[in-house]
């Protein structure tokens, strides 16, 4: 039922109630059979919970998988469970972040419910009583006064003069003056949220009269239920590293079972028939080392902690992460869809234009013509509009609160929403009388019989009426809010107080136009959105005109022709918008489920988008968004909780820097993965060879010592590295851009072949300075010196991934936590070759110094090799530009 569109006496009819409210008893019925007025309580997983679905990650799993195979290890080899205890703390650490990240479990039904009120005023019976919220019911008639939260939808029954602040839910700034009369539809087929002015709604507040109203809704019936519903509806999505990185882990699990099968396989069929109990055991022990050496043990931890870091760093710049993952999502966002009031506003009205002959006067006019008023540090506190105008006057230098106090009001005839006029009059410090008027322009103007010329009052001109009314529309075109003020002299008070009496024979003293102004950071950061191949799309409950206007301003849009409203977006199916969406970068006078649309709409297309807002209504579609943000000053609980970042300073320009940080998080985490890959594949493709040649090159507890000790470390310092410096100037990655693209698999593929030459070279170099002869047999100096060789060259390999394609000579910034890592890597290393007991346990001989020397120049060869290739690849790159 649209009770907007019924007349109260058919409401209250079809209701079963009347205008003395229902007795005690119907309404206890009402509230056994339809339950509380109150929101859901969203289902919260436990912290088990969360802990146990972070073990369900792929790379975790593949984790868990290297800790069983490192135990079968142990077992039958007779070694330590060092390995597999560090493994498994590697497990634990990263399941423990991720939980951290995400422990603000879902609040955003309690959000909802917080800000709906605690109790209400009432007439059940003929009498007046105050009950508690939840105990409200349909056909309760509820009283309403400034202050008052809306406790439930409802149908206004009387007003006096009532404005209601609707910003949580339709996101207009101004308040809405409320009438009882029955909406007229016209050539809609339904009344937006925000022009439904014969309504009020749950989590809307009074700020001006006084009305009442019969309850048409509670709980989750109500618009706020319907946003709660939403909430609890909309699915969240994978974000695009998490993606891939499923993606990259189903690859190499499959990728470790058929290597370490093939490799069991033929050394069985290579072996046959001579083939022994122990010959198996081996055999299935060289298996186990192919597999240990294809897992990268350290990749979900070095992902997690690049991502951890990157949220402290983000937090440092105002950007509030709240789900670990959703970091480097905003590196590849298409779109910006973002909420105008209060993200791309300052959700301050503000007079930004003029016109009078006397500007002192028009600040004093509306000053004394106001009920808002200067609080201790000289900020005005009121009403929206009319704290606009205080600090209009205020900035003239004319105090409101000293203003009044040697001119204190004595009478007025208040504001109605039906003359659109109000009007004060003031005692004057001579005993004389001033009356001071103020409201919408036309009726005002037509009032008028004299103007201020700035020294004297004049007779009103036709000409002067005409230029009046033309900078009336001037400023209207502007999208501004205008209001008109007038005075006139009385040598004694009135005897007739009526709006009749008062409000004719005025005197015209200017209008003022204002408008909730753009903050001054953001038109700049939409630029540099803009060269970061970033669209931005405003969203906004407020009327087209004044959406138009700002997003011009801001180069959002150039042409009206851009902007859709609400009840436009209604006549498009959701096939129609999918089509058309790319048309349009301003959406005025909308709902909230119609911004779920627009981001599903962008999402079909592939898009990436994000969501910002600070409204109630805006919940739905953060949380529907690829990556939802939601601002920390002005932004409700509901929407703080549902969103995956919080802007903690509410700059629009956070967000740039946000996009930076996810892009320079993502190439980081690119870097680190095309490290620890290609030095796990110089493992890999190691034991391979020299299982078909038949020696011992490491043993599965080396491999294990270099993933997680020489890879580990300077994968984590490779996260660290600053972005490069066409990282905001490149457009947005695509979403379905795997791991591999851009030439990172060929990478991979080259270096981890490059590694493996020189280990293998090391081996036969090891053994020829052992026995003075190069040959195919198992050598402890060889096996020794490969292990050394393997664990320098992907030590000064990490190097080399500062940067994918420039000259690690052309980085000019340092990376301590690389150079910390390297010296760690390098000090651990070298200990568990020359310290015995750390040597015996791993099986090492000890080499001479010229062996350790030999080794450390081989591993130093793959930064000349690498420069070289990249050197030719940038040439390559800049040959396909030019084509």
């Not at 400034?146 to 101004?174: C, F, M, N, Q, Y």
């Not at 009059?425 to 001071?436: A, C, K, L, N």
């Not at 903690?648 to 985490?669: K, L, P, Q, S």
């Not at 890999?684 to 993933?707: A, E, M, R, Y």
Request: net charge negative.
């Amino acid at each position: 039922m649209k009770e907007y569109l019924q007349a109260s006496e058919e409401i209250l009819e079809g209701l079963r109630t009347n205008k003395e409210g229902l007795s005690e008893a119907e309404a206890a019925s009402r509230l056994e059979k339809n339950g509380k007025n109150k929101l859901q309580e969203a289902q919260k997983d436990s912290l088990l919970i969360r802990f146990l679905n972070q073990l369900k990650d792929p790379m975790v799993l593949i984790l868990i998988a290297a800790a069983a195979i490192s135990g079968v290890t142990a077992v039958y080899a007779h070694e330590s469970f060092a390995d597999v205890i560090i493994i498994l703390a590697v497990v634990v650490i990263n399941s423990i972040l991720g939980v951290y990240q995400e422990s603000k479990a879902e609040k955003a039904i309690e959000a909802l419910q917080a800000i709906s009120a605690a109790t209400s005023r009432v007439r059940r019976g003929g009498k007046i009583q105050t009950v508690k919220s939840e105990d409200l019911v349909v056909g309760d008639i509820i009283l309403l006064e400034a202050g008052d939260s809306i406790p439930a939808d409802a149908r206004l029954l009387d007003s006096a003069s009532l404005k209601v602040e609707e910003a949580a839910l339709t996101g207009e700034s101004v308040p809405v003056d409320k009438i009882i009369s029955v909406l007229n539809l016209g050539s809609q087929k339904d009344v937006p949220l925000g022009d439904r002015k014969n309504m009020v709604y749950m989590g809307s507040a009074v700020v001006y009269g006084r009305g009442s109203a019969v309850v048409t809704a509670t709980g989750m019936d109500t618009e706020m239920g319907k946003i709660a519903d939403a909430i609890t509806q909309a699915q969240e999505n994978a974000t695009p590293l998490q993606m891939r990185l499923n993606q990259l882990s189903k690859t190499l699990s499959t990728l470790v079972l058929g290597i370490s099968v093939f490799i069991f396989l033929f050394d069985l069929l290579r072996l046959y028939p001579n083939i022994t109990g122990d010959g198996i055991l081996e055999t299935f022990m060289i298996a186990v080392s192919l597999a240990v050496a294809a897992i990268p043990e350290g990749l979900a931890a070095v992902v997690t902690i690049v991502l951890s870091i990157g949220v402290t760093n983000m937090s440092k710049r105002n950007a509030v992460i709240r789900k670990l993952t959703a970091v480097e999502t905003l590196g590849c966002t298409n779109v910006i869809c973002s909420d105008k009031t209060g993200t791309l506003t300052q959700n301050k009205m503000t007079v930004v234009e003029s016109f009078c002959k006397d500007e002192r006067l028009l600040g004093r006019t509306m000053a004394l013509c106001n009920d808002a008023h200067l609080n201790d540090s000289n900020a005005a506190e009121g009403e929206p509009t009319e704290a606009a105008l205080v600090n209009y006057a205020y900035k003239m230098g004319i105090a409101k609160n000293a203003a009044e106090a040697l001119t204190p009001r004595v009478g007025e005839a208040p504001f109605d929403s039906g003359r659109k006029l109000m009007s004060t009059i003031h005692r004057m410090e001579d005993g004389s009388f001033e009356q001071y008027t103020k409201g919408a322009p036309d009726v005002l103007l037509s009032r008028c019989s004299f103007y201020w010329d700035g020294t004297v009052q004049q007779p009103m001109t036709e000409a002067l009426r005409e230029e009046i009314t033309k900078a009336n529309k001037n400023l209207a075109d502007q999208a501004l809010r205008v209001l008109a003020g007038a005075r006139k002299r009385l040598e004694k008070l009135p005897q007739d107080m009526s709006p009749e009496a008062l409000e004719k024979d005025l005197c015209f003293v200017g209008l003022t136009g204002m408008i909730d102004p753009i903050r001054p950071e953001v038109k700049p950061a939409i630029a540099e959105c803009k060269s970061a191949g970033i669209r931005t799309v405003m969203i906004t409950g407020d009327h087209k005109d004044t959406a138009v206007a700002i997003a011009k301003q801001l180069g959002i849009i150039k042409d009206g022709a851009e902007a859709l409203t609400g009840a436009e977006l209604n006549e498009l199916s959701d096939e129609q918008l999918d089509e058309q969406i790319v048309k349009y970068s301003v959406y005025a006078r909308v709902q909230p489920e119609h911004k779920v649309r627009i981001v599903k709409a962008w999402q079909n297309k592939g898009m990436i988008a994000a969501m910002t807002g600070d409204g109630v209504n805006d919940a739905p579609s953060i949380k529907t968004a690829n990556i939802g943000i939601g601002m920390g000053i002005t932004g409700t609980d509901v929407t703080k909780n549902v969103a995956d970042m919080v802007l903690a300073d509410d700059n629009f320009a956070t967000i740039v820097n946000a996009v930076g940080e996810g892009r320079r998080i993502y190439d980081n985490i690119r870097k680190a993965i095309q490290f620890l890959l290609s030095s796990n594949l110089s493992e890999v493709l190691s034991i391979f060879i020299s299982t078909v040649l038949g020696f011992t090159i490491l043993k599965p507890v080396h491999l294990l010592w270099i993933n997680l000790i020489t890879d580990t470390f300077p994968a984590v310092a490779l996260g660290m590295e600053r972005e490069e410096s066409d990282t905001m100037s490149c457009p947005p990655r695509s979403s379905k851009e795997g791991i591999f693209s851009k030439g990172l698999g060929f990478d991979v593929i080259w270096q981890g072949v490059m590694i493996t030459g020189v280990t293998v070279l090391a081996y036969f170099v090891g053994h020829y300075i052992e026995s003075g002869v190069f040959e195919v047999a198992e050598s402890p100096d060889g096996m020794t010196m490969a292990f050394l060789t393997l664990s320098m060259s992907e030590m000064f390999h990490s190097l080399n991934m500062r940067s994918r394609r420039h000259s690690i000579f052309q980085v000019k910034h340092h990376n301590k936590y690389l150079y910390g890592a390297m010296i760690a890597s390098f000090l651990l290393t070298t200990a568990v070759i020359f310290i015995p007991p750390m040597a015996r346990a791993f099986q090492f001989e000890h080499i001479s110094l010229t062996e350790y020397f030999v080794s450390m120049g081989l591993g130093a060869i793959v930064i000349p090799i690498v420069e070289i290739i990249k050197f030719f690849q940038r040439l390559s790159d800049r040959r396909s530009q030019v084509s």
